[in-house]
């Protein structure tokens, strides 16, 4: 099973911040990653799948990079509705499918 | 609009059964592999199961195998999860996700939360 592991826990920032977050996985999964963003009381979203494609209607704000073990999440500058938490995920080697543990991102 | 719908959760004790409905909309069902994930509460996600378009292909997690079935109708644009044998662990909200063309999870429905105790 392939182990994600997403870092910080928790990022506090202020609006019109940049926002850098992390996942790192256990072993290489290619570009087979994806980003999703959570707010209280909601569903997922997905953001940013295959690494680095952003999904449908998301803001170009965001954007995501990295292939192998280690990817970024990178919100250029933060609004308001931002403020959730982020999920990593894959799809490289299943079942099953992992997420990473969330990173939350809290309004400093 | 795609939309899915869920249903069915609520308070059962250890040990006891739910069937947890999807209802889908707005897309042609019977092309789109879905999954079902669950977050207990305060927690991460965890994927739970995942169906093909026809149902020939099933996979579990191994925390619910052998306890959890899914299924689908694809004539009634439905989804199903049968979970019996229920723990305190399983206490979650649960969610069906449809797979996206990209082979991710996209869009989910607003989740049902079952909750075991006694």
Known sequence: ?108 | EVQLVESGGGLVKPGGSLRLSCAASGFTFSSYNINWVRQAPGKGLEWVSFISTDGSSIYYADSVKGRFTISRDNAKNSLYLQINSLRAEDTAVYFCARGDLSGFFHPWGQGTLVTVSS
């Not at chain 1, 999964?29 to 997922?44: D, I, N, T």
């Open chain 1, 1 to 108: 099973e392939i182990v994600l592991t997403q870092s910080p826990a928790t990022l506090s920032l202020s609006p019109g911040e940049r926002a850098t977050l992390s996942c790192r996985a256990s072993q290489s999964v290619g570009s087979y990653l994806a980003w999703y963003q959570q707010k209280p009381g909601q569903a997922p979203r997905l953001l940013i799948y295959d690494a680095s494609n952003r999904a449908t209607g998301i803001p170009a704000r965001f954007s995501g990079s990295g292939s192998g073990t280690d990817f970024t999440l990178t919100i250029s500058s933060l609004e308001p509705e931002d403020f959730a938490v982020y999920y990593c995920q894959q799809r490289r080697s299943w079942p099953p499918y992992t997420f990473g543990q969330g990173t939350k991102l809290e309004l400093k």
